[in-house]
């Protein structure tokens, strides 16, 4: 709430200047910075913002529904809720049969999950490697049908409204699993979660999913802490102080509401992939010693040369490996056991002990998680 203020702030100040002055992009860096960050405000394309295209910019953009991002970054979801009737359902799910981009809007049910996903960047890992792991645990018919975005665009909320062509003017509708879903032959949905999310962004798919197949099972990724730049000042066991007490704030939050909401609305029906807590015990891990192969948590956009667990603060490094991680993570949840079971697979590149310990850790992550909903009392990999 707090950055939001700061936000809101800093723009009238900014907006009051520019009314005052009547600047352009030609006279005012910030206005040049500005235009540089969003060239789409420059109305008129002849490289110069002027007040008034910035004033339009801000009112298109500004507001409940923004996706600006704020001052730390972090990015503002649009918060319309859109709640289509069935002659609106029923154009977009035929619109989208007519693309035939994607693949088949279904496959008959095989050996394996058929999936549809949902998500931003931080999902990307766990969603790429899952396709190779089910392969490599024998699930020839596991499948996977993606309509994704970059940041607040593939939050759960955003993919609804773009799939409607509520997302904005300029963007035209994208139907892409609607009509998937619609055949009724999915098994499962994923979404990655995002700043802000309500329990509605994900209560609008699950019922239209199990209205077309009421077998279905939904999981939500959850995030990690990141690793901030001034971090690189402070002692280590400082910034493990940081990163646990951010982590244990993001499951206290959105993880703890969206699974306890949506368990009460759909028993049994939702769950919460620990991809935060996975990547936490491998940062222990370093933090103690016992993971050599790893130089440093983040990479620092590859500055330092090295290998680690973040490649730039946030998104997981793709030199060390650590990438499949998430794909474990996902393989357990969703196969219901652990990929310590998985025989005969050595995945390119990773070290074997690396791999070992991330098939341990992804397993451990998923039975101690509150919102897995998996027990394994007895140990043998299995879901109980
Ligand atoms: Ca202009
Ligand atoms: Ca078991």
């Given at each position: 709430m707090r950055t939001k203020f700061i936000f809101v702030f800093c723009l009238c100040s900014f907006m009051g200047l520019a009314l005052a002055q009547q600047r352009t992009s030609e006279t005012d860096p910030r206005f040049k910075r500005f235009l540089t960050q969003?060239?789409?405000?420059?109305?008129?394309?002849?490289g110069i913002l002027t007040a008034a295209e910035w004033r339009a910019y801000q009112a298109e953009t500004i507001g409940p529904n923004s996706t600006q991002p704020n001052r730390t970054g972090a990015r503002i979801q649009k918060t319309l809720i859109h709640k289509p009737d069935k002659a609106e359902f029923a154009k977009f799910i035929e619109m989208g049969k007519n693309s035939a981009q994607r693949g088949p809007l279904s496959f008959e049910k095989g050996n394996g999950l058929r999936i549809v996903m949902t998500g931003h960047s931080w999902v990307a890992p766990g969603r790429n490697k899952l396709l190779e792991i089910a392969g490599a645990a024998g699930y020839a018919g596991h499948r996977q049908r993606v309509h994704g975005g970059g940041g607040?665009?593939?939050?759960a909320n955003a993919i609804w409204l773009k799939e409607f062509g509520k997302?904005?003017?300029d963007t035209p509708p994208a139907p892409i699993l609607l009509p998937a879903i619609a055949t009724g032959e999915w098994d499962v949905m994923t979404w990655g979660c995002y700043y802000d999310d309500l329990p509605e962004y994900y209560t609008q798919w699950i019922d239209f999913c199990l209205e077309n197949n009421p077998e279905m099972r939904f999981y939500i990724q959850d995030g990690w802490p990141r690793h901030l730049p001034?971090?690189?000042?402070?002692?280590p066991d400082e910034v493990m102080a940081s990163l646990e007490a951010d982590h244990k704030n993001l499951q206290k939050t959105i993880g703890k509401l969206l699974y306890t909401s949506l368990e009460e609305k759909y028993p049994g029906k939702v769950h919460m992939i620990p991809a935060g807590e996975a990547v936490m015990k491998m940062i222990r891990l370093y933090h103690e010693g016992k993971l050599p192969e790893f130089d440093c948590i983040d990479e620092d956009r590859g500055r330092a040369g090295k290998r680690g667990i973040y490649r730039d603060g946030g998104h997981l490094s793709r030199t060390s490996g650590i990438e499949q991680l998430a794909g474990y993570v996902y393989f357990g949840m969703l196969y219901?056991?652990?990929?310590?079971?998985?025989?005969?697979y050595a995945p390119e590149g990773i070290p074997e002990r690396v791999d070992r310990i991330m098939r341990r850790v992804a397993w451990e992550a998923i039975v101690e998680s509150p919102y897995a909903g998996i027990a394994d009392e007895n140990q043998d990999g299995l879901a109980d």
């Open positions: 969003y060239p789409k405000a420059d109305k008129n394309k002849d607040s665009t593939g939050a997302w904005n003017e001034s971090y690189k000042e402070k002692h219901r056991k652990s990929p310590e079971t998985i025989a005969d």
